[in-house]
């Protein structure tokens, strides 16, 4: 069992909302990662960093914000949630050094915006 | 452009039958490809590495092909059982130090 965390497990808001889901890792990864991922479709990469105090944005730009002010701490806000945020959000890990990159997922939170 | 694609999107197979899915790729030169498992509502978890010099690797029931002149990865499940099902994901690194680009995903259903 990888030791990544996410809460909410499940969170349903209003429009305009402002939220942030919290991923945590034990593992002492360097890399983490934040995808979104609608039932039965592809996951697309949102945000990743890959240390303290970097970030980057990924393929999907979800109107989202992330920061990494601690190893273990990948936090991913949205100002203002609207209804086409309603998704699964996945957050992952994985090693620095090596050729190696096994992304290990946390279990996900369930969004929904009415 | 850069893309992945898995075979299909739902394979149908009989208990105890071998399961077969196929991971094309075009525009990318991957070191290395990964096969990852993933279960309804839940996160992906990582099966199997195969590397560009590899020709094949096995873990248990599975096993896994890489061939880099097809661009093809092919993932296979002997003596399938039910609790096989799931949706099953490749991803590969494109340049070695970037995040990993994941395919769509082929589900895979053993019938009892």
């Known amino acids: 069992e990888a030791d990544i965390y996410q809460t909410p497990r499940y969170l349903v808001i209003g429009t305009g909302k402002k939220i942030t889901l919290e991923c945590s890792q034990t593992?002492?990864?360097?890399?983490m990662y934040w995808y979104q991922q609608d039932p039965g479709m592809e996951l697309h990469l949102i945000h990743y960093?890959?240390?303290?105090?970097?970030?980057e944005k990924g393929d999907l730009s979800s109107e989202s914000t992330v920061s990494r002010i601690r190893t273990e701490h990948f936090p991913l806000t949205l100002e203002s949630a609207r209804p086409s945020h309603t998704s699964q959000y996945l957050c992952?890990?994985?090693?620095?050094?090596?050729?190696?990159?096994?992304?290990?997922f946390g279990p996900g939170t369930r969004l929904t915006v009415l | 452009s850069q893309k992945i694609e898995q075979n299909s999107e739902a394979l149908n197979i009989q208990e105890g039958k071998t399961a077969t899915l196929t991971c094309n790729y075009t525009?990318?030169?991957?070191?290395?490809l990964q096969w990852y498992r993933q279960d309804p509502g839940r996160g992906p978890v990582f099966l199997l590495l195969i590397r560009e010099n590899e020709k094949e690797k096995r873990k248990e029931r599975l096993k896994v092909t890489f061939d880099t002149t097809l661009k093809q990865s092919l993932f296979h499940i002997t003596a399938s059982q039910p609790a096989d099902s799931a949706t099953y994901l490749c991803?590969?690194?494109?340049?070695?130090?970037?995040?990993?680009?994941f395919g769509k995903g082929t589900r895979l259903s053993v019938i009892a």
């Open positions: 593992m002492g990864h360097d890399k």
């Open positions: 992952a890990s994985s090693e620095a050094s090596g050729s190696v990159n096994e992304q290990f």
């Open positions: 525009n990318y030169s991957p070191a290395y």
């Open positions: 991803a590969l690194d494109p340049s070695g130090n970037t995040p990993l680009v």
């Open positions: 960093s890959y240390g303290v105090n970097s970030t």
